[in-house]
């Protein structure tokens, strides 16, 4: 029986699903939605708006057009990504890519003057919705820069962001959906543990991989953190990240680093395709236990650029660097950073704001009218 059924489905036609969207400071709720798309289908088309076109319809972007083209491109789940995609998604352009249908969260989406953006492939009854990830959005993520908190670190009463998660949830780490993983709630709009699993590859090295080591915030994930990954994933096999903890982050770095949590940071990083597997809040210092414990690790590799000492004065790669493994890369020219974007978000702080406002005012008037057809 099992023998027909995969013959047929070997013959089965390919589906192509389209997603378009901003994808402005592009972070794990981005990311799960394309997931939810991807899971729809075989092959995940996204179009990404120009800098243009979203300057007319919502405000300013904080990343440029070519850096959220690189950052859609580097989601593991997306197999093509549509440059300057129009803001009204239209059958001409799925036809064209040869889409089935297209997905899109369950929140309304409007253009300038008002208009339902997939009023058309709705009424083609080419049109899914997938489940948006709560808690996250482009638009808080500027608020935080604006606001300049740490409302957003969470802490536990041992210290440890995740110290409510159990360890077999957070290292199972399966791609496989059909898991019955219990959920771990961390916090009352935080991802849950089933989010890790299902951002996760489950893949573990082989022996003879060369597993490569690399660690850091991964704040505000953005196109220099993809071309560091990408770089490092080169020079091995296997890519193992360590992502640091909010308060070793926050006692180095100061003011409100890091402006994205712990748990929100890894799924940004379990995201990239260019990365295996995660330690979750990994010492700031390289120890003998990740060069050992986790893999074997033969290579641990960190930009060229200045790095922060240990909170005891000490050279966080102090130890790789004496056993012979510590390789320093070379950053990308085009490098940019966490801080030139909080740069960015200062410099046009008062078009920023306006952009918070009309986003505040029209999500107001968007659940006034959900409000109405529900009392209809």
């Known amino acids: 029986m099992s023998e027909i059924a995969s013959a047929a489905e070997g013959k089965r036609k390919p589906i192509r699903v389209w997603v378009d969207g901003c994808f402005d400071l592009m972070h794990y709720g981005h990311a799960n939605a394309l997931r939810q798309a991807k899971a729809m289908g075989d092959y995940l088309v996204v179009g990404v708006h120009s800098d243009e076109e979203i300057e007319r319809n919502k405000g300013p972007a904080v990343m440029r057009e070519d850096e959220r083209y690189a950052a859609v491109a580097a989601c593991k789940w997306v197999d093509l990504v549509v440059p300057d995609a129009p803001y009204i998604t239209s059958i001409e352009v799925m036809d064209k890519y040869k889409c089935d249908f297209c997905v899109h969260g369950d929140d309304i989406t409007t253009a300038a003057d008002g208009t339902d953006c997939y009023r058309e492939v709705k009424e083609a009854g080419r049109y899914r919705e997938c489940k948006r990830t709560q808690g996250v959005s482009t638009t808080e993520l500027v608020g935080r820069m604006l606001l300049m908190t ?100 926050n006692a180095i770095k100061g003011v409100n680093y890091p402006l994205m949590n712990l748990h929100e940071r890894v799924l940004s990083v379990l995201a990239c395709r260019y990365v295996d597997e995660v330690i979750i809040g990994a010492p700031y210092s390289v120890t003998e236990d990740v060069l050992s414990k986790v893999y074997k690790v033969d290579i641990v590799a960190h930009g060229n650029t200045s790095t922060f000492p240990d909170l005891d004065g000490k050279d966080p790669y102090e130890l790789p660097k004496k056993k012979g493994l510590y390789i320093e890369l070379e950053n990308p020219s085009a490098n940019i950073t966490t801080a030139d974007i909080i740069q960015r978000i200062i410099e046009h702080r008062q078009r920023f704001e306006e952009r918070q406002a009309r986003k505040r005012e029209k999500a107001t008037l968007e659940a006034e009218a959900e409000r109405l057809l529900r009392g209809s």
């Open 150 to 249: 740490r409302d957003h670190h969470k802490r536990s009463a041992g210290g440890n962001a995740l110290a409510s998660v159990s360890n077999e949830d957070l290292t199972t780490f399966s791609g496989d959906s059909s898991m019955q993983t219990p959920v771990t709630k961390v916090s009352h709009f935080l991802p849950t543990s089933r989010r890790i699993v299902q951002f996760s590859e489950g893949r573990e090295p082989k022996p003879t991989d060369k597993v490569v080591y690399v660690d850091g915030t991964f704040d505000l994930f953005h196109l220099g953190h993809i071309e560091f990954l990408k770089r490092a994933r080169a020079l091995g096999d296997y890519l193992l990240v360590g992502v640091h903890d909010d308060q070793v982050v």
